[in-house]
């Protein structure tokens, strides 16, 4: 009886293991583009401009492409960017991780209300896009 036991508790085990895998494991690297502002889409243009004002994160695909942009809302002077520290695949998703940087130590800068953001571009690939 207690051999029995074993053998049904063992393949249950086994299972269990294999099933298990982290979907936010990176697959690969993706190549990618940053969008200069003359070159965005009309599109992608105006759903930057209509979220502007607060934090956004958005995605637009278009003709084989797709362009993803993150924004920092608004900011009190000149002097910020917005920088890609990672943009990568993985099993399930498309993966970004941006960061804004301030003005520059020492840096000159303008009490002029700025809206940073990045945009990129990259082969279309039908995943979600998630941002981190």
Do not use: W
């Not at 982290?22 to 190549?31: A, I, M, N």
């Amino acid at each position: 009886m207690r051999r029995t036991a074993v053998l049904f508790v063992l393949p249950l085990l086994l299972t269990g293991c294999a099933a298990s895998h982290d979907s936010t494991q990176k697959v690969r690297d993706l190549e990618f583009t940053v969008v200069e502002r003359e070159d965005e889409p009309e599109k992608l243009q105006d759903m930057i401009r209509e979220k502007r004002e607060e934090p956004f994160q958005i995605f637009y695909a278009d003709q084989g492409v797709l362009y993803i942009a993150e924004g920092y809302g608004s900011q009190p002077t000149t002097g910020y960017s917005v920088e890609v520290r990672e943009l990568y695949e993985t099993e399930d998703a498309v993966r970004i991780r941006t960061n804004l940087l301030g003005p520059e130590k020492g840096e000159e800068t303008k009490e002029i209300t700025t809206y940073p953001y990045v945009a990129v571009q990259l082969e279309y690939i039908e995943k979600d896009v998630l941002f981190d």
